[in-house]
């Protein structure tokens, strides 16, 4: 069996069953069974962090990285997720956050915004190129990626085989830094400020390559708490005329639409929120969502600047993103012939093609798949068909599949235990 890397885990000793996180589930992961704790399904789970940001008592936390993780590099360069700026309100000065990173002991502060930029111009490229099945989804939210992964296995062949400005990013800092500075690249730690446990596995055990640019990552949520003494510090000295001419600003990929607004596009369609997202693509899988060539789709609510590791409001960050925009943001100027011949040469791709997720959930033999799923129906036709959860599963069909799989007895459900149901 696979082993996956999760970025969150339950705190056994702090849950205390109350099923929140399991109703709330996309992918119906969570189970509470047995001692009435929350048990997650490596395979099912995207890290979406939904069960984190609902659980009443905090049972779930992220695991990300502590910034003392890589006091052992030379050379620490830190590139932060342009949600970041956005978790501090408008009148801060985006160079005062890389002056406060600065203080933490980062050497250099590299923002994903140009990578940004020349992504969305080769995404004009690989549209114009593609003659396949549409609408095309974007790759840039890991947790959606997964989710085609775990759950529409025949939609993997329309996510976009482009990496993410994050990746490419990193991959510019281990091209030209090491020469630049005269030093090994294993000298070099390069670390992302993440806004979800998405991004961490991503980064940890990404799906498209054998590993990633990053060394590590560590959560909005971590770096706030440490950043913000520096900030305001920072601030109450800081002069705008000190900032270099060579300092550019651009809040990047944070919200919803913002792809398809650098690509400018025709015929899109950007949804966000996991509950939507998933309404899009069942449309997709059954064909009935026609005259839309390209899908931007997010896990968060309104985007990244929803994600469950950030410390502001999302409302207000996306209020403090759209003032910093107007007071800060230069738009970002990229080389296009240079652009045009990396795609070419493929640099902007996935090393390895999106795949299906292999899960215990699927079986790879017909005959048995159909006996099971005969099976799962006629239990669930025994059920109330209420959802009551009182069995531990999200739904009474998640319980019929439970059974089939040898995860439950039919006795765990009430209405079947009152009646006297055997197995």
């Given at each position: ?30 189970r ?60 801060i ?44 989804i ?13 759950k ?5 062949e ?158 207000v ?38 795949l ?16 099971r ?51």
């Amino acid at each position: 069996m696979h082993q996956y890397y999760h970025a969150h885990k339950v705190v056994l000793e702090k849950c205390r069953g109350h099923m929140t996180c399991m109703r709330h589930c996309p992918t119906q992961a969570i189970r509470v069974r047995d001692n009435g704790k929350a048990i997650i399904s490596e395979e099912l789970c995207v890290d979406c962090g939904i069960c984190i940001s609902v659980c009443p008592v905090g049972a779930i936390v992220p695991i990300a990285d502590p910034i003392t993780e890589i006091s052992h590099f030379k050379h620490k360069v830190v590139v932060p997720s342009p949600v970041l700026y956005s978790q501090f309100e408008s009148s801060i000065h985006p160079h005062i956050i890389h002056l406060a990173l600065k203080k933490l002991g980062f050497d250099t502060v590299v923002d994903v915004a140009t990578s940004s930029a020349a992504l969305a111009r080769a995404l004009v490229k690989c549209m114009e190129k593609y003659h396949g099945r549409h609408p095309l989804i974007s790759s840039h939210c890991p947790s959606i990626v997964r989710l085609i992964q775990v759950k529409y296995p025949d939609l993997v062949e329309l996510v976009v085989p482009l990496d993410v400005p994050r990746e490419v990013t990193a991959r510019e800092i281990r091209k030209n830094l090491p020469a630049k500075l005269g030093l090994k690249p294993e000298d070099i730690g390069v670390i992302y400020i993440a806004t979800c446990p998405a991004k961490i596995v991503s980064i940890k055990q990404p799906a498209e390559k054998v590993r990633s640019g990053f060394d590590g990552a560590i959560s909005i949520m971590d770096a706030y708490s440490v950043l913000l003494p520096h900030v305001m510090a920072i601030k109450e000295e800081f002069d705008e005329s000190q900032v270099a001419e060579d300092f550019s600003f651009n809040a990047g990929w944070v919200t919803m639409g913002s792809i398809t607004r650098s690509a400018k596009m025709e015929n899109w369609l950007a949804v966000s929120g996991l509950d939507h997202v998933i309404q899009i693509l069942d449309d997709i899988e059954n064909s009935r969502l026609r005259n839309i060539d390209f899908v931007e789709a997010l896990a968060c609510m309104l985007g990244c600047i929803g994600g469950p590791l950030n410390v502001e409001n999302p409302y207000v960050a996306r209020t403090n993103s759209i003032k910093q925009r107007e007071k800060y943001e230069k738009l970002i100027d990229v080389d296009d012939e240079d652009v045009d011949k990396k795609f070419e040469d493929g640099y902007y791709f996935f090393k390895n093609p999106i795949l299906p997720r292999p899960t215990a959930y699927f079986d790879t033999d017909l005959e048995t798949s159909i006996k099971r799923i005969k099976e799962r129906d006629k239990v669930h036709r025994k059920l109330r068909q209420i959802d009551c959860g009182c069995c531990g599963a999200p739904t009474c069909m998640a319980f019929a599949e439970d059974f089939v799989r040898g995860e439950a007895k039919l006795t765990d459900c009430i209405f079947l235990a009152q009646r006297g149901e055997e197995e």
